[in-house]
């Protein structure tokens, strides 16, 4: 017995070094796929970066490939946190939050060149930008079926972040935040949810910006926001206070009352086909008053249904026919010019630069079929906003631009307080060229801080890059707003 403890001993070392051998071979081949996919090259740009960023494919479920590009922190990306941004939709892409709003370099209206952001996110973090579900963009599937729902899209948004790490090891000790806006605010706690579970993922918190976080809360908020903002008149509240609300509650969200729902149609008229910019009401509309936007239909909301598309980028330019040919549809959220992007993205010099697979279609911004197909399961998500606080460990932002009337400001402070969480609202301030200035008014709470960006609709850091640069901050940061 005592002669073959030796041979033992060499069997466990020849285990390990075969288990050790493997180990390195995967790490090799993952930096292999993951080096293929660095962009040595990018069209438009007088000048290379000096940071690193990477543009390629993460397979998931059912042959699906979700299209990701990652820009490197300016700072120290081996220590900086990796910071995952979703656009809404559902069906519209996150290149459009890189290339239009806090991305390193924004595309100009030429639809060719770009000029580097001097308030880009990635001077702080690793930005992952993830062009989700499967259709959107440049992402695919092999059997181009892009019927998807909330639950499918959560889950492979989860299986994406953990092809991610598996191709960029070495950032999985690194902190990880989830961002995203509008439908986003269905994205990210849904995703946040799985994500929380996980011991290997280093999630430390979450940031939705315009998110629609409730649709009752939404469509009830955004009538009071219209007529404060001087939209529907006196006659038409009155008539909407007499039909629609009981006893100082108003539902304009279901209301089976025939004349509130007639009340409600003269307020989407005015909201949705009067030419007014969705996005931000003080804002000029692209195109002019005749650019009016023609809400979607969904059989599985409520009465003043048009709020829950807007929000989350469903309004489509005068659908040019029947919403059923929407394969030849172009879906564009209302009064925004998504040209210049189009013309960019879809130039061959930049898809072989960012390795688009030949199997993607063309990019748009957002994608008809995917939402038209959509299935969306969760009405609101306090369920997901309290297990993360629950857990007493993750950090979570809600901002919104104060004129925005897609996601409006209202809706969200109202889900907030929601939770029960209370405390006093207090403006809050940055530093630009002209001295401080007042950001808007934040309400923070234990773990969890509501925020609003005077002056600012739907995409904050298009409209306020500055006061978003110093948002931003804050939150990865763990500063005071």
Not at 77 to 98: H, I, R
Request: aromatic fraction near 12%; hydrophobic fraction near 40%.
């Amino acid at each position: 017995m005592m002669g073959s403890a030796p041979i033992v001993v060499r069997g466990v070392v020849l285990q390990m070094s075969l288990w050790l051998l493997a180990v390195l071979l995967g790490m090799l081949g993952s930096e292999a796929a993951r080096d293929q996919d660095e962009v040595k090259f990018l069209p438009g740009l007088q000048k290379q970066p000096s940071f690193r960023q990477f543009s390629g494919y993460l397979n998931v479920a059912d042959g699906k490939h979700l299209h990701y590009w990652l820009v490197q922190s300016q700072g120290d990306p081996a220590s900086d946190p990796v910071v995952l941004w979703l656009n809404g939709g559902p069906g519209c892409s996150s290149l459009d939050g890189l290339l239009t709003e806090h991305g390193p370099f924004l595309v100009q209206d030429d639809g060719v060149s770009l000029e580097y952001n001097p308030y880009s996110w990635n001077k702080i973090a690793n930005v992952l930008y993830l062009e989700s579900p499967a259709g959107v963009g440049f992402s695919y599937s092999d059997d181009r079926n892009y019927i998807t729902n909330d639950t499918e899209v959560s889950m492979n948004n989860y299986l994406a972040l953990k092809e991610f790490f598996r191709l960029f090891p070495e950032f999985q000790k690194n902190e990880l935040f989830l961002t995203g806006e509008s439908y986003a605010g269905i994205y990210i706690p849904t995703l946040a949810e799985r994500v929380m579970e996980d011991a290997s993922l280093n999630l430390q918190g979450i940031a939705v910006g315009n998110g629609m976080s409730s649709y009752e809360m939404n469509d009830n908020s955004l009538v009071f926001f219209a007529y404060y903002h001087g939209l529907l008149g006196s006659r038409l509240w009155a008539e909407l206070q007499a039909s629609c609300c009981k006893d100082g509650k108003c539902n304009f969200y279901n209301n089976p009352d025939p004349n509130c729902t007639g009340s409600l149609a003269e307020v989407q008229r005015i909201i949705y086909s009067s030419g007014l910019n969705l996005y931000n009401l003080y804002a000029p509309c692209p195109g002019g008053v005749s650019n009016k936007t023609t809400p979607l239909r969904s059989h599985r909301l409520g009465l003043f249904s048009a709020a829950k598309r807007v929000c989350v980028c469903v309004c489509v330019q005068k659908l040019r026919g029947l919403a059923s040919l929407y394969k030849q549809v172009r879906l564009d959220p209302p009064c925004t010019n998504s040209t210049p992007s189009s013309l960019y993205l879809n130039n061959p010099y930049v898809k072989a630069a960012l390795h688009i697979s030949p199997q993607a279609l063309n990019w748009t911004i957002c994608s008809a079929e995917v939402n038209l197909n959509y299935g969306r399961l969760y009405m609101d998500v306090r369920k997901q906003y309290l297990k993360l606080l629950g857990a007493l460990k993750y950090r979570v932002l809600v901002y919104n631009g104060d004129v925005d009337m897609a996601c409006n400001f209202l809706g969200d402070e109202w889900f907030v307080e929601s939770l029960h969480q209370q405390v006093k609202r207090r403006p809050w301030v940055y530093s630009d060229a002209d001295g401080q200035q007042v950001g808007g008014f934040v309400k923070e709470f234990n773990n969890i801080a509501f925020l609003t960006v005077k002056g600012s609709g739907h995409m904050v850091p298009t409209d306020k890059p500055v006061a978003a640069y110093a948002m931003f901050s804050r939150f990865i940061k763990r500063q005071p707003y």
